[in-house]
């Protein structure tokens, strides 16, 4: 009875198991994978092109500064 | 602390990169500079632990992630906000020359969970391997593939990404079209 039951606990979790597994992969065809992809790229790379805001520029060079004072 | 000129450049040739990824994961641009610059600042007091010759980026993008997770928990014990939709809040249009058709996707990368999201702009966006993505998230490889697998399907039904459904649900007719390319 005890290993019956042992038995039973195991199916339950091994059919757990599948189920999260098809959930966890879902599959998504080539070409909409592609689009996805593609559209992704597209829209990161918009935001890589965009021009480095003074801020950084300036903080960089302020730091260079100090580093350079404090050496000396 | 010291900044050679080198260090310097390769810092501020990092930084469109880390910006998109910085905007792209929190979708508020005044945030992500934030971000930008407390991810500068951190790697430059800690510029000692960075093994030359390993991938500055990588690092960086780390550090990035590992100040936007902190700052994401802490805002959500602040905020009643337990699925993490702050993030989906996309107001600010990213400055000049950008363009308005990136706004469904945009607000479809938003709705993802924040970890789906990262993995994908890791690996689909900003170039690293499934592995590099791992170790930057501090993952396994095979929970990264898992993520961006979900990531890409979730963005599909969303979108509505359907390129197939235009000829037909049919799947023959899908399976014949996608050989045939």
Known sequence: MTSEKGNNLARVIAEDDLGEKFAADPRLGELSQKRIGDQLRAMYDDLVQQPVPDRFKDLLAELEGKGRGTEK | ?181
């Open chain 2, 1 to 181: 602390m010291t900044l050679e000129p080198d260090l310097r450049d390769a810092l501020l040739a990092a930084v469109p990169s880390l910006r998109a990824f910085a905007i792209s994961l929190s979708g508020q641009v005044d945030r992500a500079d934030d971000l930008v610059q407390d991810t500068l600042l951190r790697a430059l007091s800690n510029i000692h632990r960075f093994e030359p010759g390993t991938n500055l980026n990588a690092w960086l993008f780390t550090i990035l992630r590992n100040l936007f997770h902190s700052e994401y928990r802490k805002r959500r014990r602040e905020v009643e906000d337990p699925d993490g939709s702050y993030a989906g809040r996309l107001t600010v249009q990213p400055e000049q020359g950008s363009k308005l058709d990136f706004e469904d996707f945009r607000t479809a990368l938003a709705k993802l969970p924040h970890d789906q999201r990262e993995a994908l702009l890791l690996v689909g966006a900003s170039g690293f391997s499934y592995e590099e993505a791992a170790e930057i998230c501090g993952c396994a490889v095979g929970t990264i593939k898992s993520r961006v697998n979900r990531a890409r399907f979730r963005l599909a039904s969303v979108l509505r990404v359907d390129a197939e459904a235009d000829l037909g649900p049919d799947s023959m007719t899908r399976a014949a079209l996608q050989s045939s390319r």
